[in-house]
């Protein structure tokens, strides 16, 4: 079992939809968790970090995070050309500082 | 401005040759972390350093070596060994645990 999971998509939406980008992860103890844009050929950039249970809203972005279901999602509201990316999950398992990344999701928003 | 800086941005290797691939960050971090990303996948972890002079292997380690002698620069060599190391390769840091990472621009690695 992988211990950070995404859908790997693609995963298409029109325009001013709503994307919903999820996550799960396999450590109990994880404590810190984010989620990168990557556009293509170049680095990932944090767009959203959560620590703890609930709704994290930063502009159009929502991160989730549900610890007992061990899922943690993004929501991308209103989205727009330029969201197109892959989107990448990771997560802090335990005590450890080094982060733990999925393989990432690739968002395409269709004008 | 505070970033980190990886040179080259291309580099190619010929069999048998070690490369260094260069990361200097001017933020005053602790960690730094090398990563490799494969077409269409994830990141995995090389090495990571969290102190001047010590560094820690990660889940692909072999085939690679590091140093860390100042706190702002943390190379990475791709050995001989590594029989398969074309990819992306990225470096990031971060100032104390349980933070998200700032990343460099990256070195994209082929070899001829």
């Known amino acids: 079992q992988k211990e950070v999971e995404q859908n790997s998509g693609p995963l298409s939406v029109p325009e001013g939809a709503i994307a919903s980008l999820n996550c799960t992860y396999s450590d109990r103890g994880s404590q810190s968790f984010f989620w990168y844009r990557q556009y293509s050929g170049k680095s990932p950039e944090l767009i959203m970090s959560?620590?703890?249970?609930g709704d994290k809203e930063d502009g159009r972005f929502t991160a989730q995070l549900n610890k007992a279901s061990q899922y943690v999602s993004l929501l991308i509201r209103d989205s727009q050309p330029s969201d197109s990316a892959t989107y990448l999950c990771?997560?802090?398992?335990?005590?450890?500082?080094?982060?733990?990344f999925g393989s990432g999701t690739q968002l395409t928003v269709l004008p | 401005d505070g970033g980190i800086t990886q040179s080259p941005k291309y580099l190619f290797r010929k069999e048998g040759q070690n490369v260094t691939l260069s990361c200097e960050q001017n933020l005053n971090h602790d960690a730094m972390y090398w990563y490799r990303q494969d077409p269409g996948q994830g990141l995995r972890l090389i090495y990571y350093s969290q102190i001047v002079n010590d560094f820690q292997k990660g889940d692909i380690a072999e085939g690679y070596s590091v140093s860390r002698e100042k706190k702002e620069s943390f190379p990475l060599t791709v050995t001989s060994a590594q029989k398969n190391p074309t990819a992306f390769y990225l470096c990031?840091?971060?100032?104390?645990?349980?933070?998200?990472?700032?990343f460099g621009s990256g070195t994209r690695l082929t070899v001829v």
């Open positions: 990771a997560v802090t398992p335990g005590s450890a500082r080094q982060l733990t």
């Open positions: 990031a840091s971060n100032l104390r645990d349980g933070e998200g990472y700032t």
């Open positions: 959560i620590y703890s249970n």
